[in-house]
């Protein structure tokens, strides 16, 4: 069966620090992947995804940033972080026509 | 741009109760999900809805699609404290992987 890893699973971080968040995925091969943001209390805001190795697709212009280097392997990162960027971050997978996979997520603080 | 509104946002509601979440989408799309989120926590899949007409039950949950509408509903018969949750639906876009978030709606059963 396919799983789908997140860390780490809290952060707090200053204002105009940088991030890395890594989600990697087992049991399936050449996923789609996903990186969803939800602010407290809001719903899903899709942030990037990825049909393929080096792949990116920007859903929103922000100091955010995605990377994926290998088949199962999603970064998100920024160089310096807002306040704006607190929030849980949700990496996702899907295959074909199902839906799509959540990780267990990353609980982000801005301070 | 695909808009996913769900309502109502909030539902609080007796136990043993029945009531109806609506979800709406402004394009074309035959591909809808659903999902719950318990507080502090990631998504879970529910339903999985792929052609016009077709019904997913679980238990006390029902959910339809009728894309000709650009609508789907999730019924909740008899409800009871365990369904406290927010539920999110989830279209699938023609022509590309992307899957948009509905706002979501926080219920909460009363005892």
């Known amino acids: 069966s396919q799983t789908i890893h997140q860390w780490p699973a809290t952060l707090v971080q200053p204002v105009g620090s940088p991030l890395s968040l890594e989600c990697t995925v087992e049991?399936?091969?050449?996923?789609?992947l996903y990186w969803y943001r939800q602010a407290a209390g809001r719903g899903l805001q899709l942030l990037f995804y990825?049909?393929?190795?080096?792949?990116i697709s920007s859903e929103v212009p922000q100091n955010l940033s995605a990377s994926r280097p290998q088949d199962r392997q999603f970064i998100l990162s920024s160089k310096k972080l807002l306040l704006s960027d607190s929030g849980f971050y949700l990496c996702?997978?899907?295959?074909?026509?199902?839906?799509?996979?959540f990780g267990p997520g990353t609980r982000l603080t801005v301070t | 741009e695909l808009k996913v509104e769900q309502n109502p946002l909030f539902l609080s509601m007796q136990e043993g109760k029945n009531y109806t979440i609506y979800c709406n989408y402004s394009t074309t799309s035959d591909r809808l999900y659903w999902y719950r989120q318990d507080p502090g926590k990631s998504l879970e899949s529910l339903f999985v809805l792929l052609s016009n007409g077709a019904v997913k039950q679980e238990g006390r949950l029902m959910a339809s699609l009728d894309t000709k509408a650009r609508l789907s509903t999730l019924h909740i018969t008899a409800a009871v404290h365990d369904l406290s949750a927010t539920y999110f639906c989830?279209?699938?876009?023609?022509?590309?992987?992307?899957?948009?978030f509905g706002t979501g709606t926080r219920l909460k059963v009363l005892a």
């Open positions: 049991g399936t091969s050449n996923p789609n």
């Open positions: 989830a279209v699938g876009t023609s022509g590309t992987y992307k899957y948009i």
């Open positions: 996702a997978w899907s295959v074909r026509a199902g839906g799509v996979d």
């Open positions: 990825s049909v393929g190795i080096g792949q």
